[in-house]
């Protein structure tokens, strides 16, 4: 399934990655509920996250790039919270290397025809 969100013109694949936000005041851990080229989606608590610039560190499932997470700065841009207490947030990427934009089209390419499996990571239970 392939997804275009809003006035979003870039492509965003469903994809459980899970990913790290680091900012000064430290690092939370959620998974991704899609991502794309220019950024991700991911909902998790109302941890006090809200817009502004972050890193990213970004474990892709099945990733064959490495063994290390790509890792990208970028800055939240939206920021949605739900009636279930829960939120929404939408990253621009601002810094991506050449090589982590080629993992994440692999990703994109391997799960744009199907849905991502359910596993033991789900935006409710995130890492950690």
Do not use: H, Y
């Not at 870039?10 to 990913?19: D, G, Q, S, Y």
């Not at 390419?109 to 995130?126: H, I, N, V, Y």
């Amino acid at each position: 399934m392939i997804k275009k969100f809003g006035p979003r013109k870039e492509l965003r694949v469903p994809i459980k990655a899970v990913i790290q936000v680091i900012r000064e005041d430290g690092v939370r851990r959620f998974v991704s509920e899609n991502l794309g080229l220019n950024g991700l989606f991911f909902k998790g608590g109302d941890d006090g996250l809200r817009l502004g610039p972050v890193r990213l560190k970004i474990r892709l499932p099945g990733d064959e790039g490495g063994d290390e997470p790509i890792e990208a700065s970028g800055e939240v841009v939206r920021f949605e919270p739900d009636a279930e207490g829960k939120v929404g947030r939408g990253v621009r990427f601002l810094e991506l290397s050449r090589e982590a934009r080629s993992r994440i089209m692999a990703a994109m390419e391997r799960f744009r025809t199907k849905e991502p499996e359910e596993d033991a990571l789900d935006s409710d239970d995130p890492p950690g």
